[in-house]
DNA sequence: CTTATATTCCG
DNA sequence: GGAATATAA
């Protein structure tokens, strides 16, 4: 009998760069590469429909190029521990190799196979360097166990040594076991406007982004209509890319627009440290301000679809309803309206973010969430960002809001952002005064 | 070497 | 104000 090693894959949907397949190839002479869609994986937000979508032409994708190297991708369907162990059952598999991962789900998942599996006599590797560049814990200040700074965190990670890419495997021989049939590729509430999920798109998304818009990332990223964003990061959460390729890649390149570019990889390292040395941070305050933050559903529902009134809000709103993205920018700023100005909770942001969000990921996410609403890592937990002033700075002729807002399109200029002071305007008055709602904030946080 | 304290800096 | 680090004891 020949020898048999499976690799589960996980959130590593990709053959470049891969050290966990890489493993297997060299440890045995037959590799099942398998995923499991189980039903933690389902709660912890995979049926959203636009990461389902993205999802299943990743994993067709994936299936694609196994069988360009003479294999293929295995498919199960239940508990992912249950389905791992019966495929070491029905292949006879010695060891299995995974990418470690810093969510609580992952962990539990990899203590409960290491558990299981090492009653059937096989062996669990886990591979660091798969999920991020730097992996969660390799650099941490004297006496803690994480960074809660970003910027001290930057330092050391830019001095991290990290290995060099791997290429794909030529070659992958897989052996006679079952799958389940493949997830369908049109799913039922997806978005318009999704990008095209898989590894193959990512890296000619990639290329591209390397040979020309990275260039000038430094003075455009913040551009809101000029979109001069590497929209690369629905493949980095399915790790249809790998990250740390991606940094070295652009680190080659170099130049100004590469290292701001890299910069904000080392933010996506740096969350996924932050939640797993606390775990509890994809849902509690990291830090408390020990908020009472406002019910009002209401409110709630009208920064949800986008007609809070004010234009800059709803663009970046509808653009996430109908792309499944947004752009950074927007991010922040829609954040902070939400927080700050109508003082509602994160976690409803959160949630609807996770909700339509293609890249939709629990460290990126619940951090950069916590971090606009001053109960995570940011330095100055008190900072609103204005809408106003955020519109008129990024998005100086409107342009983005005459996207997403064509009903506005008549207002010459700068005034598409302030509707309210036209007359007949076709759009909602604004739902609350901006000085009523720093005033509010203030009196909840009490200080600054 | 460990621990206390000063200094610097925060998207 | 607090996190990280440099410096002193």
């Given at each position: 009998?020949t020898?048999?090693?499976?690799v589960?894959f996980?959130?590593?949907l ?8 890489r ?5 045995a002479e037959?590799v099942?590469?398998?995923f499991v869609l ?5 709660r912890?937000g995979?049926t959203a429909p ?9 994993l067709a994708d994936l299936?694609?190029s196994l069988?360009a190297?003479g ?5 199960r ?5 249950d389905?791992v162990?019966?495929?070491?059952r029905?292949?006879g598999a010695r060891?299995?190799?995974?990418a470690?991962?810093v ?24 591979h660091d360097g ?6 969660p814990?390799?650099?941490t200040p ?8 970003f910027t001290?965190?930057l ?11 791997l290429?794909a ?6 052996p006679?076991v079952g ?7 049109n ?8 990008p095209s999920?898989?590894?193959r798109a990512?890296?000619e998304?990639?290329d591209?982004?390397l040979s020309s818009?990275?260039?000038?990332y430094?003075?455009r990223?913040?551009?809101l209509?000029?979109d ?9 959460h399915?790790?249809c890319?790998s ?8 680190r080659t ?6 290292e ?5 990889l080392a ?6 440290q932050t939640?797993h040395?606390r775990?509890?941070a ?5 830090r408390t301000?020990h908020d ?5 559903e ?7 679809d986008?007609?809070t009134g ?8 509808r ?5 499944g993205?947004?752009?950074?920018r927007a991010?922040l700023l829609?954040?902070s309206?939400l ?9 409803i942001g ?5 909700d339509l969000?293609v ?5 990126n996410n619940?951090?950069n969430?916590?971090?606009?609403a ?8 008190n900072?609103?960002?204005n809408?106003?002033?955020q519109a008129?700075r990024f998005d100086?002729?409107?342009a ?8 506005l399109?008549?207002?010459p ?6 509707p ?14 901006l000085?009523?709602?720093l005033?509010?904030?203030k009196a ?5």
């Amino acid at each position: 009998m020949t020898s048999v090693a499976i690799v589960l894959f996980t959130s590593d949907l990709r053959v470049h760069d891969h050290p966990p397949l890489r493993a297997a190839l060299d440890a045995a002479e037959r590799v099942v590469p398998l995923f499991v869609l189980d039903d933690g994986v389902r709660r912890a937000g995979f049926t959203a429909p636009n990461r389902l979508a993205f999802l299943a032409e990743t994993l067709a994708d994936l299936d694609a190029s196994l069988r360009a190297r003479g294999g293929r991708l295995v498919t199960r369907e239940g508990p992912v521990v249950d389905e791992v162990c019966a495929v070491v059952r029905e292949t006879g598999a010695r060891e299995v190799h995974v990418a470690a991962g810093v969510s609580r789900y992952a962990l539990a998942r990899e203590e409960r196979l290491r558990r299981e599996l090492g009653a059937q006599g096989c062996a669990l590797r886990v591979h660091d360097g798969v999920i991020t560049a730097v992996t969660p814990g390799a650099v941490t200040p004297d006496g803690r166990d994480h960074f809660a700074v970003f910027t001290p965190y930057l330092r050391q990670w830019e001095k991290v040594r990290t290995r060099s890419p791997l290429g794909a495997p030529r070659r992958v021989e897989v052996p006679d076991v079952g799958s389940a049939k493949p997830l369908p590729e049109n799913v039922p509430g997806a978005s318009a406007g999704l990008p095209s999920g898989g590894e193959r798109a990512g890296r000619e998304r990639l290329d591209r982004w390397l040979s020309s818009g990275i260039r000038d990332y430094a003075e455009r990223h913040d551009d809101l209509a000029g979109d001069g964003t590497s929209r690369l990061s629905p493949y980095l959460h399915f790790g249809c890319l790998s990250p740390l390729e991606v940094v070295h890649r652009a680190r080659t390149r170099g130049g100004e627009g590469a290292e701001a570019f890299v910069r904000q990889l080392a933010w996506r390292d740096f969350h996924h440290q932050t939640l797993h040395a606390r775990p509890s941070a994809a849902h509690a305050d990291y830090r408390t301000q020990h908020d009472r933050w406002r019910t009002d559903e209401r409110e709630a529902a009208a920064w949800r679809d986008g007609e809070t009134g004010y234009p800059i809000v709803d663009a970046a709103m509808r653009q996430l309803r109908h792309e499944g993205w947004m752009h950074n920018r927007a991010r922040l700023l829609v954040s902070s309206f939400l927080t700050k100005t109508l003082y509602l909770d994160w976690r409803i942001g959160a949630r609807h973010f996770l909700d339509l969000l293609v890249d939709g990921d629990v460290a990126n996410n619940q951090l950069n969430w916590q971090w606009m609403a001053g109960t995570g890592t940011d330095t100055r937990p008190n900072r609103v960002l204005n809408p106003l002033t955020q519109a008129r700075r990024f998005d100086p002729d409107g342009a983005y809001v005459r996207r997403w807002l064509p009903e506005l399109d008549f207002l010459p200029g700068r005034s598409i952002h302030e509707p309210w002071k036209a007359d007949g305007v076709p759009y909602p008055a604004p739902l609350v005064e901006l000085s009523d709602g720093l005033a509010r904030f203030k009196a909840a946080r009490g200080k600054d």
